[in-house]
């Protein structure tokens, strides 16, 4: 067992197709941030990512010594030998996943793939030795996006992480060798159920500030490209998709819940339980304390 390894730390595995190639990925159950030990030389059969959130260290790949530190990420290949120093004054912390791929037959495939864009990939991940990346490259909201779905594990959570996963190691092998994908368009399909994925997951984010600048980070698309991306999908706005996904939650605790509406308010963003009682009313047509009665009572009774 490598040195600093958890024997009882659960596992989560799931498989995606990019391409032609279906890739078996192996996590930490929850893809935490973990903190970095320090561990002797190995290697591996499979391919692994890392992804350091904190800390800085030292990594040994071959027999080279490379600085590394918060945003940096690195992928090591098969049968490559390498390990990690983290800083002591300074601990290392970070996710990691490995993962293998295949070229299953035609009829197991399901779907039909570009040619090209499957030797691409393939050439790309034999050649994989090691390859850095420090420019703050770490998708880390697409992690975030990740971990929650495995911690809270919503329906649809499994094909919701797949989509995320999907695009997750499509950006990271463009960084590795960006024009070898340049001339492979995705199909509109797949690219609007990834696109539907990240959003979803950054709208579950509710309680927090949300700006149409962080998601169009996130989809790597202008905020005008985001809007319009918004109403293809949903047929709404940005601001106003924010607004609904906190009122329908927000309807949901006061019929479930025995919580206060200033408390409810705070839960789905609202500092101020004023703010919210207007917004409330105005699309519900309802206070939120008429809203809790009329719900309970099956909607008969007063506004």
Same mark, same amino acid.
């Given at each position: ?209 949300? =700006?149409?600048? *962080?998601? $169009? #980070?996130? %989809?790597?698309?202008? +905020? ?5 991306? !918004?109403? &293809? ?11 609904? =996904?906190?009122? *329908?939650? $927000? #309807?949901? %605790?006061?019929?479930? +819940? ?5 408390? !409810?308010? &705070? ?37």
């Amino acid at each position: 067992m490598r040195q600093g390894a958890n024997p009882t730390m659960q596992r989560f595995h799931l498989q995606v197709t990019i391409g032609a190639l279906r890739f078996d990925i192996s996590l930490d159950d929850g893809f935490n941030r973990a903190m970095y030990r320090s561990t002797d030389k190995h290697n591996h059969s499979v391919y692994e990512i890392h992804f350091i959130t904190g800390g800085s260290g030292t990594l040994l790949i071959n027999n080279a010594e490379l600085t590394v530190g918060q945003n940096t990420w690195y992928a090591v290949g098969p049968g490559v030998y390498h390990a990690i120093k983290p800083n002591g004054e300074d601990p290392l912390t970070r996710c990691y996943l490995q993962f293998t791929f295949d070229e299953p037959s035609a009829r197991d495939r399901g779907h039909c793939a570009e040619p090209s864009e499957t030797e691409h990939i393939r050439s790309v991940l034999k050649q994989l030795s090691f390859f850095r990346k420090d420019t703050g490259a770490i998708p880390i909201e697409t992690i975030g996006a990740i971990h929650r779905e495995i911690k809270c594990r919503p329906v649809g959570f499994y094909s919701r992480i797949q989509a995320l996963f999907t695009l997750l190691l499509t950006d990271l092998i463009r960084e590795m060798i960006p024009e070898t994908t340049a001339d492979y368009t995705m199909p509109a399909a797949i690219r609007d159920d990834m696109r539907s994925s990240l959003i979803d997951a950054f709208f579950d984010r509710y309680d927090e500030q949300l =700006t149409i600048a *962080e998601l $169009a #980070k996130q %989809l790597h698309l202008s +905020t005008k490209q985001t809007g319009r991306v !918004i109403e &293809e999908l949903y047929k709404t706005t940005f601001k106003q998709k924010l607004l609904d =996904t906190r009122i *329908e939650v $927000a #309807k949901d %605790l006061l019929v479930r +819940t025995p919580l206060a509406v200033g408390d !409810i308010a &705070e839960r789905v963003g609202y500092s101020l339980q004023r703010n919210f009682g207007q917004v409330f009313r105005n699309k519900t047509g309802f206070s939120p304390s008429a809203y809790r009665r009329s719900a309970r009572n099956g909607f008969g009774g007063q506004r």
